[in-house]
């Protein structure tokens, strides 16, 4: 069983930076998928980026250019760079793990799936 624990959340102003961390704790051995998501009150959570243990990444269009998803793969931690952010970011960030269910990490679900607990980014104005 994995477990993930998010941190680096926080606040900013538009246009400023931060950097969202997620520690893999337990069976970490056979994951290859991780991933960042985000969720607002009121609305489901929504796919940021995605990158596999090969180094893969895929972003979101709404993030490519200023969001860089990384994965120190020894450390089994995950991790997110967010520049330029803009005040519609603003959002609790999740982070998940997993392996393929079917292809890749990037079509169809995962399976051994675990999510962290997320941490909040405020972005103001």
């Known amino acids: 069983q994995v477990h993930l624990a998010e941190s680096g959340g926080g606040s900013a102003q538009a246009g400023g930076s931060l950097r969202l961390a997620c520690e893999g704790f337990?069976?970490?051995?056979?994951?290859?998928?991780m991933a960042w998501f985000r969720q607002t009150s009121g609305k489901e959570r929504e796919w940021v980026a995605t990158?596999?243990?090969?180094?893969?990444?895929d972003y979101t269009k709404s993030v490519k250019g200023r969001f860089t998803i990384s994965l120190d793969t020894a450390k089994m931690t995950l991790q997110l760079q967010m520049n330029n952010l803009k005040p519609e970011g603003s959002a609790v960030y999740y982070c998940r793990s997993g392996v393929p269910s079917e292809y890749d990490c990037y079509s169809g679900s995962w399976a051994r799936e675990a999510w962290g607990q997320g941490t909040l980014v405020t972005v103001s104005s």
């Open positions: 337990g069976d970490t051995k056979s994951t290859t998928c």
């Open positions: 990158i596999d243990t090969d180094g893969t990444v």
